[in-house]
């Protein structure tokens, strides 16, 4: 599929909050996700909007979606050591392909103390 | 419950070679998705089984590559000649098909090094 982009580095200082940012492309996408990669594991549903809102907010996580821009960001409020993670924004490919993800590329985030 | 489990966890083999990748999802599961993830090409998706069957094949690179679904349960991701570009590391997901909102699961993912 066409490219999600994200940049693909981020270092930040614990207590600090992260943006992660990320420009998707099929603006028929019914819900956007944000997957995180630990180091060895697999990957893991962190959180998810649907197209119709612009915020959610869960915890320290808040998402924002940009429809207009086709722009998703994840934000980390007091980012902690073990937020150190690579994560993936996603995308549905569509209902013929059981809405399987197309994933831009991950964003490895280096939390230091 | 058990999650999805992919085996072998690593398979070294040489060009030329056929290998057999499995994934059992968790179950009552209906779909499964098979993705692969490479330094060069971050995560791409595959092919996709809606139980036995596959609607959607348009991801699979080439025509070495090739997979099946039996029982509605076990998948095995087939790589006929394996080619040095065909090392990555192979997830499968499963899940259960909603209106869009798809949690899918992913397993730990099978790591293949063509040498």
């Known amino acids: 599929g066409e490219d999600v982009e994200q940049s693909l580095f981020l270092s930040v200082r614990e207590g600090d909050s992260s943006v992660i940012n990320c420009t998707y492309t099929?603006?028929?996408?019914?819900?956007l996700y944000w997957y995180k990669q630990e180091p060895g594991a697999g990957l893991q549903l962190l959180t998810y909007?649907?197209?119709?809102?612009d915020m959610k907010q869960d915890q320290r996580l808040t998402v924002l979606l940009n429809k207009k821009d086709k722009h998703l960001s994840l934000r980390i409020a007091d980012t902690q050591t073990g937020d150190s993670a690579i994560y993936f924004c996603a995308e549905s490919i569509g209902e013929n392909s059981g809405y399987a993800l197309n994933f831009g590329k991950g964003t490895s985030l280096l939390v230091t103390p | 419950g058990a999650g999805v489990s992919q085996s072998p966890s690593n398979k070294v083999t040489e060009k030329g070679k056929d290998v057999e990748l499995r994934c059992d999802p968790i179950s009552g599961h209906t779909a499964l998705y098979w993705y692969r993830q490479s330094l060069g090409q971050g995560l791409e998706f595959l092919i996709y089984?809606?139980?036995?069957?596959?609607?959607?094949k348009s991801g699979l690179p080439s025509d070495r590559f090739s997979a099946e679904r039996t029982g509605g349960s076990v998948s095995t991701l087939t790589i006929q000649r394996t080619q040095q570009e065909d090392s990555a590391v192979y997830l499968c997901?499963?899940?259960?098909?909603?209106?869009?909102?798809?949690?899918?699961?992913f397993g730990p993912g099978t790591r293949l090094l063509v040498l």
């Open positions: 997901a499963s899940s259960t098909p909603g209106q869009g909102l798809e949690t899918q699961y």
């Open positions: 089984f809606q139980g036995n069957s596959a609607p959607d």
């Open positions: 909007i649907f197209s119709n809102m």
């Open positions: 099929d603006s028929s996408s019914t819900y």
